[in-house]
């Protein structure tokens, strides 16, 4: 079932995703810098009641085991949502990315790795890795985004 989709604006990835009990408007990509090969491709990001961008999921890079076609699967989650929320984006003709959502507990023809029956495994090659983790964290030790943005245009200063 699609639920959303990812456009190009200003050379990022900008969507949204709707569900009966979800809304998220204003949702963003932001592409990892890692050097771990367990690194998720892109964060999921949006904004908060107070304006500032947010992580609420991730993606990785995964392939069907059926057709071998490559997309990105991962969740979205929040401490407001009851549980959280298993998606896939696959590639469009105008250079994004269509949302589908699927119920984890359904199996199918995706490679483990994102629960029982989840979307699919990591297919990236890199070399030889030097550090370990996702990299430096862009939170400050209260919690608040490390460089100072609280008084920036959101809409022109988006963190990726």
Avoid: C, H
Wanted: proline share 6%; net charge negative.
């Amino acid at each position: 079932m699609n639920i959303g989709e990812f456009k190009k604006e200003n050379g990022r990835l900008m969507g949204s995703v709707f569900t009966r009990t979800i809304d998220l408007p204003r949702i963003g990509l932001r592409p990892v810098q890692s050097q771990s090969e367990k690194a998720p491709i892109y964060e999921i990001v949006a904004l908060n009641i107070a304006r500032r961008w947010v992580q609420i999921g991730a993606l990785w890079e995964a392939v069907s085991k059926k057709t071998g076609e490559v997309f990105l699967a991962g969740q979205i989650d929040d401490p407001s949502l009851p549980e959280p929320l298993p998606v896939a984006l696959f590639p469009n003709e105008a250079g994004g990315f269509t949302v589908a959502w699927r119920r984890e507990n359904l199996g199918g023809g995706f490679g483990g790795g994102f629960g029982s029956g989840g979307f699919g495994t990591s297919q990236r090659d890199y070399a030889p890795r030097t550090q370990d983790g996702f990299g430096d964290s862009t939170a400050g030790a209260d919690g608040s985004l490390a460089d100072d943005r609280t008084n920036a245009d959101v809409d022109e200063d988006i963190p990726f």
